[in-house]
């Protein structure tokens, strides 16, 4: 059996379709469906069961023989202020799945985040000296990271961090003001044919990377339980938001692109820069080839188009 935390999400379910293709169907989705379009997600998606993650801490002894665990769920509100709840959800839980992963010998891959690098002025190693979170929701990750970290020397069996960029693609519809800025600027030109940029945007950077990469980058640890750390997932290139902005217009006819000011409330806790260094994933054999973002764009404009953005 294979465990899904978050399955029903926007990255677990591109995870499950992927793992559907490769054979398997015994996966247990542990998950809440908060949203009320995220069951969505699960439709042709095939599993043995979808379970509370309360549910699942209090019976998880009914599942110490599952090969593998993907730990994706959590509290991704970059704008959530409740120190509690975040750490909670992220740091707490998180730490309670992968106790028990180890006492149970269970290979676990989990996400981080690249907001551990705040606002990326140290740079983008996977190295303590370069994390700077600037909020409590990256705050959460890189207490996840450092726990681990000190962990290792103690573990036997797989634990791989992955510290996903600004990922985008399919299935990311439930998350509404948190989904993916190519999905915020399809959705603004399918109501008005026209969408909105940030003053400045030419000067903000990101490294944008299509959820097919992020599931590949997944699939390549699952398939080598003998490599364990914590790894950036990122493409390795930056491009800005108006160079977005110019291949979503390519995408659609006659789409007007209106300037508006920054948001006030962002002052001091956005990221103006992030490009994921990738010396350690090459390090371990992966080959870092990505799918080109004119490429990526195109390819989910077009799900978004035909199918509201769904895989089936």
């Not at 740079?123 to 996840?144: D, M």
């Given at each position: 059996?294979?465990?899904?935390?978050?399955?029903?999400?926007?990255?677990?379910?591109?995870?499950?379709?992927?793992?559907?293709?490769?054979?398997?169907?015994?996966?247990?989705?542990?998950?809440?469906?908060?949203?009320?379009?995220?069951?969505?997600?699960?439709?042709?998606?095939?599993?043995?069961?979808?379970?509370?993650?309360?549910?699942?801490?209090?019976?998880?002894?009914?599942?110490?023989?599952?090969?593998?665990?993907?730990?994706?769920?959590?509290?991704?509100?970059?704008?959530?202020?409740?120190?509690?709840?975040?750490?909670?959800?992220?740091?707490?839980?998180?730490?309670?799945?992968?106790?028990?992963?180890?006492?149970?010998?269970?290979?676990?891959?989990?996400?981080?985040?690249?907001?551990?690098?705040?606002?990326?002025?140290?740079?983008?190693?996977?190295?303590?000296?370069?994390?700077?979170?600037?909020?409590?929701?990256?705050?959460?990750?890189?207490?996840?990271?450092?726990?681990?970290?000190?962990?290792?020397?103690?573990?036997?069996?797989?634990?791989?961090?992955?510290?996903?960029?600004?990922?985008?693609?399919?299935?990311?519809?439930?998350?509404?003001?948190?989904?993916?800025?190519?999905?915020?600027?399809?959705?603004?030109?399918?109501?008005?044919?026209?969408?909105?940029?940030?003053?400045?945007?030419?000067?903000?950077?990101?490294?944008?990377?299509?959820?097919?990469?992020?599931?590949?980058?997944?699939?390549?640890?699952?398939?080598?339980?003998?490599?364990?750390?914590?790894?950036?997932?990122?493409?390795?290139?930056?491009?800005?938001?108006?160079?977005?902005?110019?291949?979503?217009?390519?995408?659609?006819?006659?789409?007007?692109?209106?300037s508006v000011p920054f948001p006030e409330h962002l002052n001091g806790y956005y990221q103006?820069?992030?490009?994921?260094?990738?010396?350690?994933?090459?390090?371990?054999?992966?080959?870092?080839?990505?799918?080109?973002?004119?490429?990526?764009?195109?390819?989910?404009?077009?799900?978004?188009?035909?199918?509201?953005?769904?895989?089936?």
């Amino acid at each position: 059996m294979i465990i899904v935390t978050g399955g029903s999400g926007f990255i677990g379910s591109n995870l499950i379709a992927r793992l559907n293709q490769m054979g398997f169907q015994d996966i247990l989705i542990i998950d809440q469906l908060l949203h009320p379009k995220q069951f969505r997600n699960l439709i042709g998606l095939k599993y043995t069961d979808l379970i509370d993650p309360k549910d699942f801490m209090m019976q998880n002894h009914l599942y110490n023989d599952a090969e593998y665990i993907f730990h994706l769920g959590a509290n991704t509100d970059t704008t959530e202020h409740d120190s509690t709840i975040m750490m909670n959800q992220n740091y707490t839980y998180t730490k309670d799945i992968l106790d028990w992963a180890q006492k149970t010998k269970i290979k676990v891959c989990y996400a981080s985040s690249a907001s551990v690098y705040g606002d990326g002025q140290n740079g983008f190693q996977e190295k303590i000296e370069c994390e700077v979170p600037l909020n409590i929701y990256g705050f959460s990750k890189y207490q996840v990271d450092q726990w681990v970290r000190a962990q290792f020397k103690n573990i036997d069996n797989q634990v791989v961090g992955l510290r996903f960029f600004n990922v985008f693609g399919p299935q990311e519809i439930h998350k509404g003001k948190m989904a993916s800025v190519v999905y915020q600027f399809q959705k603004q030109i399918n109501e008005t044919d026209s969408f909105q940029l940030f003053e400045g945007s030419e000067h903000f950077y990101r490294d944008f990377i299509y959820v097919k990469d992020v599931v590949n980058i997944m699939i390549h640890f699952f398939e080598r339980p003998h490599l364990s750390g914590i790894f950036n997932a990122g493409t390795g290139k930056a491009q800005s938001f108006l160079d977005l902005a110019k291949i979503i217009q390519q995408n659609n006819d006659e789409c007007l692109l209106e300037s508006v000011p920054f948001p006030e409330h962002l002052n001091g806790y956005y990221q103006k820069f992030t490009q994921a260094d990738l010396t350690d994933l090459q390090n371990i054999g992966y080959d870092c080839t990505f799918t080109p973002l004119e490429e990526a764009v195109a390819e989910y404009v077009e799900i978004l188009k035909k199918n509201n953005g769904y895989l089936f």
